[in-house]
């Protein structure tokens, strides 16, 4: 931004000045009183308001001399008053409240996904009369081919994260996707089979974006688990239940259930 015109400081000469007994300018010796001796003078030049916000305050810097009339105007105080080059630093500031931006990677994920009671994720029934989701199921034998397979799609953002890699959670060969949201009838976050439309190359958390309850922040543990964290919900995560044929919810941690996984079969394909 700049100024219309800045304000130029122009120190007139002292009314007992003596060119004999001040032969430096910067080593002046005589008695004066500064705010009669101060000029203020409006040029049209175009200046940054930076320089404009450092003159103002240098002209503050300088009142205390009105208390030092019997004092010598010295070199270090006349130095200390007008060199504030490094007075204002210059700080980059991010707008508050500015929603994270996560742009999806070229990479893609397929794997099967086991709690770690080694219950595999399948689809409930589509014929019965409850909406379609997920159970955590011990699966044996030929039935080893019920496991969903999810595509799961890795993200990144700006906006530093320490939680985990941000991931979107979609059943392979379908439209549908993995959602951490609140229903009209709850005020508790549930999971749901979500279908989208169209590509999720990018998602934005924390405005109008419907799609924001897809992303979970997905962290691996030490012991080689999986544990999958709502990024809109905080501290709400993907969970199961220690007896078998139970839905898989979002709990909030400290839990009973379960929210470690581990990923089986897993198959990387570039988008």
Known sequence: MACDGYIDILVSECAHFDELDCPDPLAMSCQCNMFEDIELELLPHPHSMRQAVNIIIAVERMKHFKQMSSAKFCEEALIGALIF????????????????????????????????????LVLSDELNTQDLHLKAVTLTGGNMNLKVRFSMSAYYTSTPQNIGQPVCLGISNSNLYLACTKSDDSSLPKLLLK???????????????????????RKETGTAYNTFESVKH??????????????????????????????????KIRA
Not at 199 to 214: C, F, M, Q, R, T
Not at 245 to 267: A, G, S, Y
Request: aromatic residues 10%; contains cysteine; glycine residues 4%.
């Open 85 to 120: 080059e490094n007075v204002i630093e210059e700080r980059q500031i991010n707008p508050l409240n500015t929603p994270a931006t996560y742009r999806k990677a070229n990479q893609t994920l397929q794997c099967t996904i086991c709690d770690k009671y080694k219950k595999s």
């Open 195 to 217: 279908e989208v439309s169209g590509p999720l190359n990018i998602i934005n958390v924390g405005d109008s974006d419907e799609y924001d309850s897809l992303l979970f922040f």
């Open 234 to 267: 905080p501290g709400w995560f993907i969970s199961t239940a220690f007896e078998d044929t139970e839905r898989v919810e979002m709990e909030k941690t400290p839990t009973d259930r379960t929210v470690n996984f581990t990923l089986e079969d897993q198959v």
